[in-house]
């Protein structure tokens, strides 16, 4: 099959190279399947570069997450059939920009009907984090202010949707007057151009002083230092990313004496300590699809062959939505 495949680290479009390889096997417990639609992840850029938490030995593919059709069963799978249509992570190093990848079935879920196969592909892990974030961590309650950062991209457009559909106000920031116009018309009541406007002053004046109760952070750096100075009393920071290129670092004095949490978030560890709350949140967002509540917003559709140019144009933060292989 083809695949791309990383063999030294670096910048998506240096490092990353289509190769004939041989076909992934289906372990026990997996299910082969053939690649419909794979979105870019952060994530991948980051693997590239040799700078995400796994890190997976050369060469590997990356691509944490598509929608396939599965071809093949491993020994002892239950639930799944040859011909399902289905969602989820493939298991590295054998990622999702290929013809072909493996995923374990206790983790696989099934594409809902509602969405195509590029939106099902992004259903996954920016809407599970979307969710587990506003949700399970931070206790989003209705009526409540929201501040997304990165808003427009993908965790920041699925965090807009989950926001409103939890009846939250919802503002957004973004770089620059496109993604604004992306933000609003994902639903943001608000949205502020981080190149024209100081966030912290927007948020302070458009909710009488008091400032954020929830603030979605994948970027870092000053956006969580400025989040800090607007965040409301009994508010919540999420550290989802740090998609800026620099670590959120926390004075803990602050967070005492303004009485907020900071809340860190890995997504991918509720597969390994609460899976069943991941296939309660798949079912939640599948129904949320299905009434059009959420939709995955795809910006480009890439053939396998131009992979490469759209995750460099992610780590360059010139996507919006989702970007999507359909080899
Ligand atoms: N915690 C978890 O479990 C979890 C799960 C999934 C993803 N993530 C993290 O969430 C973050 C976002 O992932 P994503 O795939 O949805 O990416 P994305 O938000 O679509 O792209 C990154 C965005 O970050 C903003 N940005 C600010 N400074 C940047 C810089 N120096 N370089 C590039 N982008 C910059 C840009 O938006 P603006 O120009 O609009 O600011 C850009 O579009 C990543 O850090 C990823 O690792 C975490």
Redesign the pocket.
Known sequence: MRAWQVSALGEPQDVLVLADVPDPEPGPGQVLVRVLAASA???DV?MCRGLYQERPELPFTPGVELCGEVVDLGGGVTGFAVGDRVIGSPVLPNGAFAEFAVMDAAVTFPAPEALDDAEASALY??YQ?GWFGLHRRAGLREGETLLV????????SAAIQLGKAAGARVIG????PE?AAVARELGAELVID?YQQDFVDVVKAETGGRGADVIYD??GGQ?YQRSSKCVAFEGRILV??????EIQSVALNHALVKNYSILG????LYNTYAPELVAQCHRELSELAAGGVVRPLISEWLPLEELAAGVQR???????GRVVMTP
């Open positions: 992840n952060f994530p980051l892990i920016g984090t950062h990165a808003a427009a991209g993908g965790v920041g920031v973004v770089g620059g993604k981080r994948p970027v956006t989802v990313g740090f998609a800026g290129g978030l890995h997504w991918g992610l780590a360059d933060g010139k996507t919006v």
